[in-house]
T-cell receptor, first 112, second 114 residues
Framework: DQQVKQNSPSLSVQEGRISILNCDYT??????FLWYKKYPAEGPTFLIS?????DKNEDGRFTVFLNKSAKHLSLHIVPSQPGDSAVYFC???????????FGPGTSLSVIP | SQTIHQWPATLVQPVGSPLSLECTVE??????LYWYRQAAGRGLQLLFY??????ISSEVPQNLSASRPQDRQFILSSKKLLLSDSGFYLC?????????????FGAGSRLTVL
């Protein structure tokens, strides 16, 4: 039973345009959500997080939106850059210091 | 600052051979430690996590095991590897950041079982 889903395995976007990566979850008890970025043969790196008490969190070019009623979150990257090409993992957890559940990832390609 | 070391970076092992992957964390005490695996074309699967010395929680029944002999050391082992054990193994530790449990990952260990 996959609790965190990323239904798009891949996404291609032109440089300078917006990239939107989507994530859905099934467990209504999740109250923190994180996005990680991973390059091949490297460990994932933390990008941005959002608490369930918020519906938006912004950090530079990255914005995460949370729709609790739909159990959906999305990561927006504006403007997209070639260096953003990587696999993006959505992750969720129930409480602080609880185990983190990852989605299967979306591979983003930003075309110059 | 905190750093996480993971080795070996690459490993090729025959089926039925033993495995030992090691992870150490510096610059913090009593971290939560995790082992994840990324199989080819798949997401990150949590294998084990530990909240303290000798305390191991297993998420997936399998022929792998984990141990935490010291506060900042986490070891992933197997007595007999299977072909299906091939994958990219990631060690991580967690820190609380703005209320969120943020994982910091090591560089990973690529295991190929032949």
């Amino acid at each position: 039973d996959q609790q965190v889903k990323q239904n798009s395995p891949s996404l291609s976007v032109q440089e300078g345009r917006i990239s939107i990566l989507n994530c859905d979850y099934t467990n209504s008890m999740f109250d923190y959500f994180l996005w990680y970025k991973k390059y091949p043969a490297e460990g994932p790196t933390f990008l941005i997080s959002i608490s369930s008490i918020k519906d938006k969190n912004e950090d530079g070019r990255f914005t995460v939106f949370l729709n609790k009623s739909a159990k959906h979150l999305s990561l927006h990257i504006v403007p997209s850059q070639p260096g953003d090409s990587a696999v993006y993992f959505c992750a969720a957890l129930r409480t602080s210091y609880d185990k983190v559940i990852f989605g299967p990832g979306t591979s983003l390609s930003v075309i110059p | 600052s905190q750093t996480i070391h993971q080795w070996p970076a690459t490993l090729v092992q025959p089926v039925g051979s033993p495995l030992s992957l090691e992870c150490t964390v510096e610059g913090t005490s009593n971290p939560n430690l995790y082992w994840y695996r990324q199989a080819a074309g798949r997401g990150l699967q949590l294998l084990f996590y530990s909240v303290g010395i000798g305390q191991i929680s297993s998420e997936v029944p399998q022929n792998l095991s984990a141990s935490r002999p010291q506060d900042r050391q986490f070891i992933l082992s197997s007595k007999k590897l299977l072909l299906s054990d091939s994958g990219f193994y990631l060690c991580a530790w967690s820190v609380l950041w703005s209320g969120a449990n943020v994982l910091t990952f090591g560089a990973g260990s690529r295991l190929t079982v032949l």
